[in-house]
Antibody, heavy 118, light 107 residues
Framework: QVQLVDSGGGLVKPGGSLRLSCAAS????????MSWIRQAPGKGLEWVSY????????YYADSVKGRFTISRDNAKNSLYLQMNSLRAEDTAVYYC???????????WGQGTLVTVSS | DIQMTQSPSSLSASVEDRVTITCRAS??????LNWYQQKPGKAPKLLIY???SLQSGVPSRFSGSGSGTDFTLTISSLQPEDFATYYC?????????FGGGTKVEIK
């Protein structure tokens, strides 16, 4: 079945780094744009970044620009988010999500929790 | 950036009630408006895309309308499994933005 599985979350100190992964199955991964979306505890949804199907185009929210890098490996059906210079306000559940070029998120991963704390 | 404003932020309703949630964009987004449902501890689920198109597998009691800046999500007869938080999202331009959410609670 169509599925996204998020992994890589954990506890990290402010200023530290973490790499999230999202494994896709059940569909042709290379046909779809992919995004990362996060949700701080008790808060709403915040889109973080997207990457085009080929990986040639990326876009970031201002809140993470210059610190986070989205990438993908279509041969491995995998999406990544490299997070550097982490701050307390980056604490959230991070979801990967599939979309077409219309940026409608039709399939979501289960989420992975990132906690930034000393 | 396009700001999305949902109202109300929460509401209490009974089973079989008709529920309406509104979403307003800070500028015209044509029909590039999507609705999601999220239950506690779970990922969001797509309900409506392009303002009024029902996602496959979503019950027909959910409907969406609107264009330009004003949009509505309607649940025609609220069911026990519909108690959740609902978010709108604009897909007109980047950065993509979500509304603040509407929590639907049991009266």
């Amino acid at each position: 079945q169509v599925q996204l599985v998020d992994s890589g979350g954990g506890l990290v100190k402010p200023g530290g780094s973490l790499r999230l992964s999202c494994a896709a199955s059940g569909f042709t991964f290379s046909d779809y744009y992919m995004s990362w979306i996060r949700q701080a505890p008790g808060k709403g949804l915040e889109w973080v970044s997207y990457i085009s199907s080929s990986g040639s185009t990326t876009y970031y929210a201002d809140s993470v620009k210059g610190r986070f890098t989205i990438s993908r490996d279509n041969a491995k059906n995998s999406l990544y988010l490299q997070m550097n210079s982490l701050r307390a306000e980056d604490t959230a559940v991070y979801y990967c999500a599939r979309s077409g070029h219309t940026n409608v998120f039709d399939i979501w991963g289960q989420g992975t929790l990132v906690t930034v704390s000393s | 950036d396009i700001q999305m404003t949902q109202s109300p932020s929460s509401l209490s309703a009974s089973v079989e009630d008709r529920v309406t949630i509104t979403c307003r964009a800070s500028q015209s987004i044509r029909n590039y408006l999507n609705w999601y449902q999220q239950k506690p501890g779970k990922a969001p689920k797509l309900l409506i895309y392009a303002a009024s198109s029902l996602q496959s597998g979503v019950p027909s009691r959910f409907s969406g309308s609107g264009s330009g800046t004003d949009f509505t999500l309607t649940i025609s007869s609220l069911q026990p499994e519909d108690f959740a938080t609902y978010y709108c999202q604009q897909s007109y331009s980047s950065p993509l933005t979500f509304g603040g959410g509407t929590k639907v609670e049991i009266k």
